[in-house]
């Protein structure tokens, strides 16, 4: 029925709204440029939703900010400063991720870069770097996740695309 509530899973907000309870609690989320930007937010919602984050980005500053403000919702969170272009740095972001929460069961992967500059000045090597960055870390991670979150018999990858993710210049 259109509006119902589902018992066991929704509850009425003090303002009156009703709030989805995803059964996320305990669970654990790697967030990709998770420390600012739609990353932030996301890592910052699932935390609101009982759900311990691991987030990544390349500035220690804006990672450890964020990892404080995610704490403040009773969950855990590891900050770790990654080149997610370099396929060495996401296999130990993901085993530093595995060994200290025992698990991973979601992958957001939001990581993005930008260059400004003309066409015809962009090189191959930022190409390349965009397409790293982009798309292969992309593939690369939910590779690496895959087999823990089979073993644990549930997990799920969700992969964000905005603009920058589409314009290299």
């Not at 396929?87 to 260059?115: F, H, P, W, Y």
């Not at 190409?127 to 018999?153: E, Q, S």
Request: glycine share 8%; with cysteine; net charge positive.
């Amino acid at each position: 029925t259109s509006g119902a509530t589902n018992p066991s899973h929704d509850k009425i907000t003090k303002q009156g709204g009703v709030s989805m309870d995803f059964q996320l609690q305990e669970k654990v989320a790697l967030v990709t440029g998770g420390s600012r930007g739609i990353g932030r937010a996301i890592a910052l919602t699932l935390a609101s939703q009982g759900m311990h984050v691991a987030i990544c980005g390349r500035t220690r500053e804006t990672l450890d900010n964020t990892a404080t403000d995610i704490e403040k919702h009773d969950v855990k969170a590891w900050a770790f400063q990654t080149d997610v272009s370099q396929l060495e740095e996401l296999e130990q972001l993901v085993n530093k991720t595995l060994r200290a929460a025992g698990r991973i069961d979601v992958l957001v992967n939001n990581a993005v870069t930008s260059t400004s500059a003309p066409f015809n000045e962009l090189t191959d090597d930022l190409f390349r770097y965009h397409i790293d960055v982009k798309l292969m870390a992309y593939i690369r991670l939910a590779r690496l996740v895959l087999t823990p979150m089979r073993a644990a018999g549930w997990g799920r990858v969700i992969n964000i695309g905005g603009m920058t993710a589409r314009i290299v210049a």
